[in-house]
């Protein structure tokens, strides 16, 4: 591989969504090396103007008769994703609450509908806030979770997972991209092996929508949810999605029986009687002017294509770890992430002992990666508006600092963000 600046600009002349960059606020102005889009997307830039038509428009000069538009607003913008990103039909994804609240949501749901089994699974390397979630409801329903162990940088082993499956088990809750590695897990594999032993499988898309393809149809999943201000580009605290396989709407019911769910809302009924459709999984007033701006990012990623963005996503973390290997390993830097591009998602991770260190001295030249626990680095590749010039120089700059060692000046001591 010719690891050239030359080569990479080469790459970038001939990079198919090239144009996309320019559609994004700062994006080739602020002189950033962002390469923390799987955390904070960046702005696209039609999302100001968007919301400013929703706030002077729609609420300033049509307010309460603005619902007319905004009731649908949220399976919209949920077929949207379902059509243009998730590889799912219309009618199987809305747009509401936090990743959180729906996680909740819907593994209670799942778990409701295994009555007599016990035992819930997860992985012990997943995100906080989906074992948290997990421990949660064992907890109070009187379940046991199961912890399955994953490697830190290879992820989730399928034959380990195949031990913690069987016919306790109701509800197994798994990310379909790592968030510490980028690692891939095998979306369909997994649903079918879970589904021999009867039991569902809720997938957390959170760092895989607007990365890869998920295809949800075609890989027969059930039940994911995920969120819209990584890849998807929505901004911060923007509404997350939920997906329920079509066939499987009716036989569930949410905990949270709110009256956005309700037949015949404005009825005003007496008892709670959920809509049959994906509606049934929304719980109240939703954040309307948050979901402007999920439409805008998630129309991006829809006209460049998720397999696009995949194939590039590759590209980019190829160099990454060609670049790592050429010139960090020297310095004690290693991979964190499957070297296997067909394993990963659109972030590489690499560790060093330093790593807090070097996350803080790249920020103050210019480059935004994060830092994740033990000890690693996170590079993330959002191929949207990363090109290939960007990424040979972000590893051009921490080359630099592990040669001079300017990183050992930084405190050791970590923020509270990361
Ligand atoms: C980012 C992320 C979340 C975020 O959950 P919120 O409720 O939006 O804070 C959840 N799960 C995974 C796997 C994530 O990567």
Redesign the pocket.
Known sequence: MDLSRAAAEACDATDPLAGFRGRFAGAGTDGLLYLDGN?LGRMPAATPAALARAVEEEWGRGLVGSWREWIGQAGRVGDLLATGVLGARPGEVLVCD??????YKLLVAAADARPGRDVLVCCAD??P??RYVVAGVAQARGMTVREVPADLDEGLDPAVLAGALDERVAVVVL?AVA?RSGALADVAATTRAAREVGALVVW?L??AAGAVPVDLAANGVDLA???T??YLNGGPGAP?FLYVRRELQEQLRQPIWGWFGQRDQFAMGRAYDPVPGIERFAVGTPPVLATVAVEVGAGLVAEAGVDRLAAKGRALGGLVVALADAWLAPHGVALASPRDPARRGSHVTLTHPRAWQLTQALVDRGVVPDFRTPDRVRLGLPPLYTRFTDVWDAMDRLREVLATGAHEGYPDVRARVT
């Open positions: 955390s936090s990743t959180t609240v729906d996680l997943d995100f806030t989906d990310s968030y957390d959170s760092h949810v995920g969120c201000y990584k997350a």
